[in-house]
């Protein structure tokens, strides 16, 4: 029998109870929809439950990786057993006695509905951890990871989640992105007045951006645009907003695709794709008012695999300049 004040400091859902299943963080508790009820255990079953909690902590301890001095690590169960869960988070705080550490444990694959009931049964997340700090960041960035799937937060700070809520965690790459974030996001520390580590200012992200392009004068763009040779399609694409155009003009034999959905338009992979964005050799040139934005925006098409785009150097304004038609 595990003492409970081993785990005052662990954050963890138990197993499935006829009534609710309840996550404890000292006075901080996730409560879950009902799941199915548990089977009596046997003294062997106990010693199996022991010896695979054992392993399953030196596992997570071993493959931890670490965080401003804070180790870190996910391990997925397709089983939801919360007294294993309980022993794994035990053994983690008497392997770290002294070491800073956050882990979660995922269920993948418990099933949809109870046998017999229209309800359904959530998976679990389980968050052990040697900080309360961390492992409440921990919670709330869970909650807003997965949004629309918490019902309600009370004063005292329960979690209500959806049937749904964490179903299959760990299935999908968001999944896995997603509770990676979690982790780093809740022991990461820094100066809030310094850049992160891997951070780039606007202008290193504008260099990096231009950098992948053949970017065109405004004469070249026009000259592509009304070459009949020219050996792919070519498309001018104008992607200021409608204030500018109405106020500034327009290039005609322009396409006008707004900026916001630009990826959505041009991804021949996308069901709300433009007819014409149906290869990924077309020559897609676009421009904005200064050439700033469209940078960007060409990049993120390279991003889809549209390697052929570009933009105009300074913009519609340098287009203007050049004297080049436009209504």
């Not at 003009?249 to 322009?254: A, L, T, Y």
Request: with cysteine; aromatic share 8%; net charge negative.
């Amino acid at each position: 029998m595990i003492d409970p004040s081993c785990l005052s400091k662990n954050f963890f859902m138990p197993f499935s109870t006829a009534a609710s299943s309840t996550v404890a963080l000292e006075h901080q508790h996730i409560q879950l929809f009902p799941t199915s009820p548990t089977n009596s255990q046997t003294f062997s079953d106990v010693r199996d439950s022991e010896e695979a909690a054992q392993s399953i902590a030196l596992r997570m301890i071993t493959n931890a990786c670490t965080v401003d001095g804070v180790r870190i690590g996910i391990h997925y169960s397709k089983e939801d057993d919360s007294d294993c869960f309980r022993l794994v988070a035990s053994h983690i705080s008497t392997c770290l006695p002294l070491s800073p550490y956050l882990f979660i444990i995922a269920t993948t694959s418990v099933s949809p509905t109870i046998a017999g009931s229209d309800a359904c049964i959530s998976d679990a997340l389980v968050i052990c951890g040697s900080d309360e700090d961390d492992m409440q960041r921990a919670v709330l960035l869970a909650s807003s990871k997965f949004p629309g799937r918490v019902d309600a937060v009370n004063k005292k700070g329960t979690l209500i989640a959806q049937a749904a809520s964490i179903r299959q965690i760990g299935s999908s790459t968001y999944h896995e992105a997603a509770l990676w974030d979690i982790l780093f996001n809740s022991v990461h520390t820094h100066n809030p007045h310094s850049p992160p580590p891997g951070s780039r200012s606007i202008d290193q992200i504008l260099s990096d951006a231009r950098a992948k392009l053949e970017r065109m004068t405004p004469q070249q763009a026009y000259d592509a645009l009304h070459d009949p040779t020219y050996p792919v399609p070519v498309f001018l694409v104008d992607i200021r907003p409608a204030a500018e155009r109405d106020r500034e003009g327009e290039i005609h034999g322009s396409l006008i695709v707004e900026r916001n959905v630009l990826e959505w338009r041009f991804d021949p992979r996308c069901e709300a794709r433009l007819t014409i964005a149906d290869r990924y050799d077309s020559k897609i040139i676009l421009f904005c008012r200064e050439g700033y934005t469209s940078s960007l925006a060409a990049a993120s098409l390279h991003e889809l695999g549209l390697l052929n785009t570009t933009d105009i150097v300074g913009g519609y304004d340098a287009w203007i300049v050049a004297g080049l038609p436009c209504q």
